[in-house]
Nanobody, 125 residues
């Protein structure tokens, strides 16, 4: 069983930055794509960004492109989400997730097998 533990959430003013981390258990971390999603009450979970297992390909939603950066350190079994120029509309619970084997459509939440418990990000105006 894979466990994912997010950290780094909190309260920040608009225009500020936060860095989220997601630590994964298991010995094959580098074999799987990882993604970040976010969710606000009453809405579906929304794709934010994803990164392939080797770290060479990354994907972003239009709403965060140019402001957020995903990265990973396979030696530490950790994926990161650097969030800059934060806006109030970025307020949500952020989840990291591990994709299934060979998944191509990384923007689909249904393609992820394991999920973290989420970390709250609140951006004040």
């Amino acid at each position: 069983q894979v466990q994912l533990v997010e950290s780094g959430g909190g309260l920040v003013q608009a225009g500020g930055s936060l860095r989220l981390s997601c630590a994964a258990s298991g010995r094959t971390f580098g074999s799987y794509a990882m993604g970040w999603f976010r969710q606000v009450p009453g809405k579906e979970r929304e794709f934010v960004t994803a990164i392939r297992g080797n770290g060479l390909s990354t994907y972003y939603s239009d709403s965060v492109k140019g402001r957020f950066t995903i990265s990973r350190d396979n030696a530490k079994n950790t994926v990161y989400l650097q969030m800059n120029s934060l806006k109030p509309e970025d307020t949500a619970v952020y989840y990291c997730a591990r994709a299934g084997v060979g998944i191509q459509r990384l923007e689909k939440a249904s393609n992820y097998i394991y999920w973290g418990q989420g970390t709250q990000v609140t951006v004040s105006s």
